[in-house]
């Protein structure tokens, strides 16, 4: 029987950990690690919305990803130094966003926005579903903050919890949670967002360099799940510690 | 029972056409029309390969996805004015190249590249699945016409035809290629790339505002296969044709 | 006796078409033909002028003009790709704005913005021209479709119509109208936009890599005249017809 | 009578100078002064060519227009802090280019370029005129020093003289080298670029907000032809002098 | 006695920490903590190195400073998102280079390139004093792993150590090692990067809405020279430990 | 004993000069030359304060420098033509406007810019110091404008002259005020602003490629102390003339 390289079984997550109040500016800060992938999240409250939203009474929520370039095996340019965002910036960014706005109610918000930032320190495969992972975190903790200081209209106005894995076929096997080596010869790449009640945010499957029958989506949605739940797990543990440096009046 | 705006049923596709011979200079161009929905999918073949790709004896196929500013209901800013690309652009320009490149054995082109260029003349919705369907006539087109003239190394590159569709919940209803007016307010919208082979290339499914359990997923699946293999029926139609304007020595 | 390439006589426009109403979104959109030159040509409607002007009581109107990649004979790289607009580009989008602002009153547009848009779809010699000849038609229709939904503070702001024409020294014959095969290698090349009041608007001649004497710039002039006296007749004949699909309510 | 605010005759030029060596660097360096308007003028010789004329033997020429912020009445943006040139600045530098293009014999260069430019100090109407005006006799230093140090394969790769001039109608009345005072409310503009053979290299002429005759026209061309006539002169008795600080060895 | 906020005294540095091996990609990583102030500093060896110094034999040493849009008190906007990056990054990010130049024999590198990434996952004043502080030690970390790889021209390529104090005049007082709180309101703002063989490598002193005189100067010098020489003890106890995870064979 | 190129003691300036009224759109434009270093550098007076300053009732001085292409021994590129500012000129412009922020009471300008811009025309050497003193020129002369105009709410709003100079260790010995060809090869470069108080406004002291001791240090701000006086005597003596063209009712 085929072994993973790091002695998982297929269906078995990497060392999942969350650190609340990695960095102590923004409202929610959370390094999320999935084995060797480690991405700073963060959310911060600004003023205000986007110009298209004003006067709609409703808030916002929006979402940068960025990889540093010494996070990368090889190290890759900068690109603000390029001046201009690359293709899979640009849609992982989008899909971070997309995941979060889905638990939402972003009327309790007013007409502010919470930026959602998620900074990859290190990348070992999976980074996109670290990042919405983690951002629910920091999510949920911007979001007891928003609540303590009194500047919500509704005060649970998160529906659910998100949660994202990778999943792919490798070796022939479906398997859980692909670190970089796995992820860069998988010949059916997928990632899938979902909630703890039971839906489904987001579903992105993809096969270059080959296709996939239907069959392998349906295993490949059963394996998310087991991924999805363990996550629900963790996130609620981790939420469930006091945040830390907790202080009155701290921000 | 609701009807749709445009009496179709759920499971219709609206009118597709393919304009083979569109324009003349690129070794394929092709007009694909799925409704109000106009796209001009072209394949031209450039020399060379991109600079990571060199030496390796194998070619490349790139695409580039872009919306008029006329071709939007209200008049959308130019892209190249801006002097950058929208994340949404950059995210269909990638879609399309990985799609198409699921179908083509690279190595028949030596270090040649085909770019591919989608560009929206109407939009109505489903312009990125459009482009993928059209664009698929433009790769065979080309691909015919490297054979022709005696330029590919392996004289069938193309293993199965490539289309895709968009399916969604409107109205609580599973649909099949949603226009503007559905597609704007889908509770869920799923894009599938398929092979004519019975496989699946990318299947991308998203509930923004809400989200929707497994059971839906697998309706959308099943609605996307009608949608595709009427999809390659016309695709095959219009290739049985030869091509407008084929003459001795014409490109 | 020398002959054109085309079997043209050395004063004959290639053939000319306006299709109206090419695409449905904008208030004009129309797909002129000059030969194999083929550009959509579209004036939409936006609230609004530039920062510059707001507060004046005045309209303005805007033009921009690109290229497909795909429409050159060798596929030409996406400004939007490469983040700037050439200096072709911009020339030709302010000569496009200027032309169409010496026929119309901008006053009756109140505070509004006509954009016209001038997208080649393929290219071969006159391009611009070509844009010029044929945004006066979509401006026509789009200043109808104003005057129908009771926008224009004037009924009648377009004072005159508009048109331009190459001409060129192609083989030492003065020639009017130049596709790409002729225009390539012209000693002198010059564009000419009038009115059919019998007034000149602009007047571009250039001799890359020649000189001429004054004779010849007559000789140019009388030529253009010739050509722009055609144009104004077909315009007229295409404006004459009923916008297609007009229907009560319809944009 | 309408007199002109500066008391110049309808068909005289400002006072034109040309100091030679007004910088040390370039090959040739002229402050050339049509009334107000002062523009630096350099030509610099540096080796290869663009990519594109690689390997074709030939030299090329390439010129660039700017103006300094601090040139205009109210300061204006600088081009490099926006991030991009607009449109105005792209259209004349390829003017200059084009026009000087007109008069040299590139192959004489070998594969080397000579780079125009026009950097504007004090702007007063005529900027782009006196660029070109003054870059001839910048260029033709340049050509002296090159020959001067052996680098020519033609001694006298120079065929004519270039000079240019507006001219337009202000209060009704055709007038020679238009001031900004002149050039912002004159009803038509245009620009006569002329060889020292009596022939023409480019005439653009435009009625933004108005159109005109083409007896108009006729008038404009001999009222330029005044003013080339006296540019040539000036240059020819500027380049009579001695290159300023003409040493043995000096650059 | 005017006391600092966070008691420390006039002449005392923050709490300094260094992390080798935060990363595990770069061949040198290091999270160096000024008190709340906390970077990533990371040197990455990569081939080659920029055209201008190809064929030289010789080296560089590269440099590229940033802050995380969550590391400010307020979240600042992503300079790659805004397509430009601002000059105090640039000049931050060139003063890291120069200062960590002056240590190293570049001819020892042969034609590779050192890229040093200071990543500012937390501010709170000196981040450009603890980059060039952290980064030294990741240099070091660098540089062993280079010559553990057989990859040196010279075993000893570093003369000197590099580390960077902040200093200032706040409260009238002469002050070391400046948090945001001191630096935002502080008179006078020095920063002084040195050697540990005595000497000095830059030296930055502003004051900007207040001058001072030379005697305050050379306070500051003495000030800095305190902060350099505890801060040249810190690295060297980091780097007396062996790397973190230093396996055989280990990157 | 080793004397300079330019037969200068080592302590003494190179001639110096200040042409004011070189422009006349600014309300101070002064030509500064330092030997063969000339930079113009203006004063222009804008309405409005930058978006973060609003509301303040207080005023903001500004500075852009830049070089033109030719100004440099070898053309350099243009950075509007690059599309973006290099580290360098980013550092210099930053400079130069904290510099003059030093000697000026913004409050006196109520909410209103001076834009200083200094273009270099010719560069050998000391560009940014010729800038900022040429700039306290211009400056001195928009504030006298300013004042005339009744537009200031302190009638001296200049609490202090301001003048800069470089000094340097070339061939071991401390010189002063350093041409490009002593610049190039220095080993320890030091650029010092100080006021005409007696005080200093920054002082940046670098060695790239070599460390220096402290003793250096302080010999290099003796003879910079030498250099500033010397440009302070020169300022006064040019401001104490009328300044040229100085009419009634001129700007």
């Not at 007891?144 to 209209?153: E, P, Q, V, Y």
Request: with cysteine; net charge negative; proline share 4%.
């Amino acid at each position: 029987m085929t072994t993973r390289a790091d002695g998982r079984a297929d269906d078995e997550l990497r060392p999942i950990s969350f650190t609340r109040g990695f960095t102590s500016h923004p409202a929610g800060s959370v390094l999320v690690e999935f084995g060797g992938t480690r991405v700073l999240c963060t959310a911060s409250v600004t003023d205000g919305v986007p110009r298209w939203r004003k006067g709609s009474g409703l808030g916002w929520l929006t979402a940068e990803y960025a990889m540093l370039p010494s996070s990368t095996h090889e190290r890759s340019s900068r690109e603000s130094v390029r001046g201009k965002i690359g293709g899979r910036t640009h849609e992982i960014s989008r899909l971070v966003g997309r995941s979060l706005r889905a638990c939402i109610d972003l009327a309790a918000l007013g007409e502010n926005t919470i930026a959602i930032d998620c900074d990859v320190l290190q990348a070992d495969g999976g980074t996109r579903t670290a990042s919405i992972t983690g951002a629910y975190v920091a999510l949920a903790d911007a979001v007891a903050w928003l609540g303590a200081a009194g500047k919500l209209k509704d005060p649970q106005p998160l529906s659910c919890a998100i949660a994202a894995v990778s999943v792919g076929v490798v070796d022939g096997r479906v398997r859980l949670d692909l670190p970089y080596e796995e992820d860069s010869r998988a010949e059916v790449d997928m990632n899938v967002v979902a909630t703890d009640a039971g839906t489904l945010v987001e579903v992105q499957g993809t096969g270059e360099g080959a296709t996939f029958p239907r069959a392998t989506l349906e295993k490949l949605l059963d394996m998310a799940e087991v991924g999805t739940s363990a996550l629900f797990e963790a996130q609620k543990a981790a939420l469930a510690l006091p945040y830390p440096g907790d202080l009155p009046g701290a921000k």
